[in-house]
């Protein structure tokens, strides 16, 4: 009983060794472990610290590419602007001042005076048997729509003439005077004062009517013609109680659709118009709207 006694007290400082060994390494785990999660903890920190500084360098790249596109977008809308512009010079240099005038014994137009380009009139749009008529290029396809259009309307028109030189109006007007005097000059223009020298007028007639043209107004196709002209870009030059000729309801003048348009919409006729407004048509006058 006293050797058990003895055994048992000579072990306790061993037991209590053990416990204090067993206590420690319980500590330093934990003490390990509570650092690992402070290492960890830190390393997120870092990690999120990291990902905000990344997004605020992302909004500041977004902001810098958003102000480059603004600048860009700037810097684009100018080069439309300034080509647009350039555009706008090449086309006014290139279009001919002469068309939107006034030559009913208003303007003149010499002798060297010709349309930048004509072209012939399709004998399918021509009184039978006609000899060669020609008409300003870039009108031609207007006269070749309006005269198509005619047609599918059962009011269908023909050409009897288009472009005049200066010497055949000259020689037009000279075989007038021999036949009416002086009476001539109520219907038929002097040389260089006539529509026909531009190469954008015609006179025009019916298959029925043909050279007798003069009853064309009492004709349905020129009761179309005064409905239906202007969309094509052509007006009546000399309608009753105009200044400078008598009455020709077969004398069409092409003047743009926007201005022709403009004359039919307000009843005005060409010729009651100021020049300076006239001629704030000229540069879109071939255009097709």
């Given at each position: 009983?006293?050797?058990?006694?003895l055994?048992?007290?000579?072990?306790?400082?061993?037991?209590?060794?053990?416990?204090?060994?067993?206590?420690?390494?319980?500590a330093y785990?934990?003490?390990?472990?509570?650092?690992?999660?402070?290492?960890?903890?830190?390393?997120?920190?870092?990690?999120q610290?990291?990902?905000?500084?990344?997004?605020?360098?992302?909004?500041?790249?977004?902001?810098?590419?958003?102000?480059r596109?603004?600048?860009?977008?700037?810097?684009?809308?100018?080069v439309?602007?300034?080509?647009?512009?350039?555009?706008?010079?090449?086309?006014?240099?290139?279009?001919?001042?002469?068309?939107?005038?006034k030559?009913?014994k208003?303007?003149f137009?010499?002798?060297?005076?010709?349309?930048?380009?004509?072209?012939?009139?399709?004998?399918?749009f021509?009184?039978?048997?006609?000899?060669?008529?020609?008409?300003?290029?870039?009108?031609?396809?207007?006269?070749?729509?309006?005269?198509?259009?005619?047609?599918?309307?059962?009011n269908?028109?023909?050409?009897?003439s288009?472009?005049?030189?200066?010497?055949?109006?000259?020689?037009?007007?000279t075989a007038?005077?021999?036949?009416?005097?002086?009476?001539?000059n109520?219907?038929?223009a002097?040389q260089?004062?006539?529509?026909?020298?531009?190469?954008?007028?015609?006179?025009?007639?019916?298959?029925i009517?043909?050279?007798?043209f003069?009853?064309?107004?009492?004709?349905?196709?020129?009761?179309?013609l005064?409905?239906?002209?202007y969309k094509?870009?052509?007006?009546?030059?000399?309608?009753?109680?105009?200044?400078?000729?008598?009455?020709?309801?077969?004398h069409?003048?092409?003047?743009?659709?926007?201005?022709?348009?403009?004359?039919?919409?307000?009843?005005?006729?060409f010729?009651?118009?100021?020049?300076?407004?006239?001629?704030?048509?000229?540069?879109?006058?071939?255009?097709?709207?």
């Amino acid at each position: 009983m006293v050797t058990k006694f003895l055994s048992l007290q000579i072990a306790k400082p061993f037991i209590y060794i053990l416990l204090f060994a067993a206590f420690g390494a319980i500590a330093y785990a934990y003490i390990n472990l509570y650092n690992g999660k402070t290492d960890l903890n830190i390393q997120i920190a870092d990690k999120q610290t990291q990902i905000a500084k990344l997004t605020l360098d992302n909004i500041t790249l977004a902001h810098i590419i958003q102000k480059r596109e603004v600048q860009t977008n700037s810097l684009q809308s100018t080069v439309a602007e300034i080509t647009a512009q350039v555009n706008t010079l090449e086309k006014i240099k290139d279009t001919d001042k002469e068309l939107l005038e006034k030559y009913s014994k208003v303007f003149f137009l010499n002798e060297h005076y010709t349309p930048s380009s004509i072209s012939e009139i399709p004998a399918t749009f021509l009184t039978p048997n006609s000899k060669k008529i020609e008409i300003h290029s870039q009108v031609l396809s207007h006269l070749e729509e309006m005269i198509e259009a005619s047609r599918d309307a059962n009011n269908p028109i023909q050409i009897v003439s288009g472009y005049r030189s200066f010497g055949t109006q000259a020689n037009l007007k000279t075989a007038y005077k021999a036949t009416f005097g002086s009476g001539a000059n109520a219907f038929s223009a002097d040389q260089g004062y006539s529509e026909h020298q531009l190469g954008t007028t015609v006179d025009v007639t019916t298959p029925i009517l043909q050279s007798t043209f003069v009853s064309f107004e009492k004709t349905p196709a020129f009761k179309w013609l005064q409905d239906n002209a202007y969309k094509y870009g052509f007006v009546l030059s000399y309608p009753k109680n105009n200044k400078y000729y008598e009455y020709e309801p077969w004398h069409w003048r092409f003047v743009g659709i926007k201005l022709a348009t403009k004359l039919h919409d307000d009843g005005k006729n060409f010729y009651d118009m100021d020049q300076r407004d006239i001629d704030e048509y000229l540069l879109n006058i071939f255009d097709n709207n």
